[in-house]
């Protein structure tokens, strides 16, 4: 059983997942949003970067086929792979002492430690990005098509919406279309009603 700190923080990083995967190609409205809640996904990168690493993301949520899967594969290994800027590199760091911007790949070789000989150590908002999408087991879309942020991790594989308000607007909708489609021929066949006069008969 989880605590109530571990299951805040999941919450936050379930709608942390959901507010960059739906950043959509040259939606600049929506990136500066996310950067200004958030941080840019790591030091230096151009939005172009940031709108390509997006796509990559939402093919997690489309990702079928075997080779489409591999695809998602390499693409979130290839985040860890590459070396970036380092920032919060410490002050004993070699490349940091030489004058440069020290850089680092987020795999950690560990040699000695039987237990953990390779382990993934984030150094920006993009890698903790791909920890929280490889952790999260439950990719949803929302079957509200009106939504605008329709990638979402769910609570269980059999959620369909992302929220109670857009499962709210469906059935209102599904609600109405019943209407549309089947309320003549519901009313026609409903009894009519009998209403009686004052001296008891029935009238029609």
């Known amino acids: 059983m989880i605590g109530v700190g571990e299951m805040v923080d999941q919450i936050k990083n379930r709608a942390m997942l959901r507010a960059f995967v739906n950043i959509m190609p040259d939606d600049h409205e929506a990136l500066s949003e996310f950067e ?23 093919q997690a949520w489309t990702a079928k086929a075997q080779h489409e899967r591999v ?17 919060d590199a410490p002050q004993g760091n070699l490349q940091r002492a030489l004058g440069g911007t020290p850089s680092r790949t987020a795999i950690e070789v560990n040699y000695g430690d039987k237990e953990f000989p390779i382990t993934i150590r ?20 929302c079957a509200n098509p009106e939504c605008a942020q329709k990638y979402f991790v769910g609570t269980d594989r059999k959620q369909k919406y992302c929220s109670y308000e857009c499962a709210d607007v469906r059935r209102r909708q599904a609600k109405l279309q019943w209407w549309q489609d089947k309320g003549n021929q519901w009313r026609k066949s409903k009894p009519k009603k009998t209403t009686r006069t004052k001296k008891g008969r029935k009238a029609r």
């Open 122 to 141: 984030p150094r920006d908002l993009l890698d903790r990005l791909v920890l929280i999408l490889l952790t999260s087991e439950h990719l949803g879309i």
């Open 71 to 87: 695809q998602v594969n390499d693409n979130l290994g290839r985040i860890f792979e590459q070396e970036r800027a380092w920032p």
């Open 36 to 58: 200004r809640l958030y941080e840019p996904i790591f030091h230096g990168v151009t939005q172009s970067e940031s709108f390509i690493h997006a796509a990559n993301f939402r």
